[in-house]
């Protein structure tokens, strides 16, 4: 199974009319024609009837089964699940609750209608945390169960389904989400295989951000195994520099993009 992770789809140019502002934020949103290229190329490598959603009965078993998910709950996420119904799929959008009805964020309303849509709804935390493996399990379970009771409420269905905000995923991260009675917790780990923590499904997902070509969004969805293994190895690579740098990596990375930015403006 192939989970693909998202963020907004914005129009182009204007990334700060969705979700986080800031470049570290930017370099997640597509343009509109980017992700419907995106999309095309989808579905031209896997066919239409591949995309499935994690709440299908068959959805871990099926082969090659493609998940498309969208972490922070900007506005950008009406957009994308027109974009998605247009080919009859549909979508998990995990929202960070904290932020519902601020601007360029999802109200209450967009988020009930996106459920009545048939998209799964789910939590990526309350605060979205800088370093989620770093918080106290007491927070952790504040995260996950004040964040699944609000979108419960809003949605008036049970949410079971959460992502972990900014990568960084640990063991405790999995227990406390089990905890909290989420069941299906997706990661930024490139891996296509479920693995099965303190009773929780955890599930790794393919990042796919500005630089990623269509061709290459649609070479991952086909399970092609280059360009998994390159994003495998960069993902460790990071990891490793997160686990080194602590505070400093988020530090560093905000300031390199910035100078990027600058260089390119």
Same mark, same amino acid.
């Given at each position: 199974?192939?989970?693909?992770?998202?963020?907004?789809?914005?129009?182009?140019?204007?990334?700060?009319?969705?979700?986080?502002?800031?470049?570290?934020?930017?370099?997640?949103?597509?343009?509109?024609?980017?992700?419907?290229?995106?999309?095309?190329?989808?579905?031209?490598?896997?066919?239409?009837?591949?995309?499935?959603?994690?709440?299908?009965?068959?959805?871990?078993?099926?082969?090659?089964?493609?998940?498309?998910?969208?972490?922070?709950?900007?506005?950008?996420?009406?957009?994308?699940?027109?974009?998605?119904?247009?080919?009859?799929?549909?979508?998990?959008?995990?929202?960070?609750?904290?932020?519902?009805?601020?601007?360029?964020?999802?109200?209450?309303?967009?988020?009930?209608?996106?459920?009545?849509?048939?998209?799964?709804?789910?939590?990526?935390?309350?605060?979205?945390?800088?370093?989620?493996?770093?918080?106290?399990?007491?927070?952790?379970?504040?995260?996950?169960?004040?964040?699944?009771?609000?979108?419960?409420?809003?949605?008036?269905?049970?949410?079971?389904?959460?992502? *972990?905000? %900014?990568? =960084?995923?640990?063991?405790?991260?999995?227990? /406390?989400?089990? $905890? !909290?009675? #989420? @069941?299906?917790?997706?990661?930024?780990?490139?891996?296509?295989?479920?693995?099965?923590?303190?009773?929780?499904? *955890?599930? %790794?997902? =393919?990042?796919?951000?500005?630089?990623?070509? /269509?061709?290459? $969004? !649609?070479? #991952? @969805?086909?399970?092609?195994?280059?360009?998994?293994?390159?994003?495998?190895?960069?993902?460790?690579?990071?990891?490793?520099?997160?686990?080194?740098?602590?505070?400093?990596?988020?530090?560093?990375?905000?300031?390199?993009?910035?100078?990027?930015?600058?260089?390119?403006?």
């Amino acid at each position: 199974m192939i989970a693909l992770l998202y963020h907004d789809v914005v129009p182009a140019g204007h990334f700060s009319s969705s979700g986080f502002r800031g470049h570290d934020a930017d370099i997640y949103k597509f343009a509109v024609e980017q992700f419907t290229r995106h999309l095309d190329a989808i579905e031209a490598a896997v066919g239409p009837s591949t995309v499935r959603l994690i709440n299908d009965p068959d959805a871990l078993t099926q082969p090659n089964a493609v998940l498309f998910t969208f972490d922070d709950g900007g506005s950008g996420a009406l957009v994308a699940a027109d974009l998605l119904e247009q080919r009859g799929w549909r979508g998990h959008f995990f929202i960070t609750t904290d932020y519902i009805g601020k601007p360029e964020f999802l109200s209450r309303s967009d988020i009930r209608k996106l459920h009545a849509r048939n998209h799964v709804i789910g939590s990526h935390s309350c605060s979205h945390p800088a370093r989620m493996s770093h918080c106290s399990r007491a927070q952790l379970l504040r995260e996950w169960s004040d964040s699944t009771r609000k979108l419960s409420d809003i949605c008036d269905a049970t949410i079971r389904v959460a992502s *972990v905000p %900014g990568g =960084y995923f640990a063991p405790s991260v999995a227990e /406390a989400a089990a $905890a !909290a009675g #989420i @069941a299906t917790l997706f990661n930024s780990e490139p891996k296509a295989q479920p693995t099965s923590l303190h009773n929780c499904t *955890v599930l %790794g997902r =393919y990042s796919i951000q500005q630089g990623v070509s /269509a061709e290459t $969004a !649609a070479n #991952i @969805a086909s399970g092609q195994w280059r360009p998994r293994a390159q994003q495998l190895l960069f993902w460790n690579a990071k990891k490793l520099a997160k686990n080194i740098g602590g505070n400093y990596y988020i530090t560093v990375r905000k300031v390199l993009l910035n100078r990027e930015s600058s260089k390119a403006a």
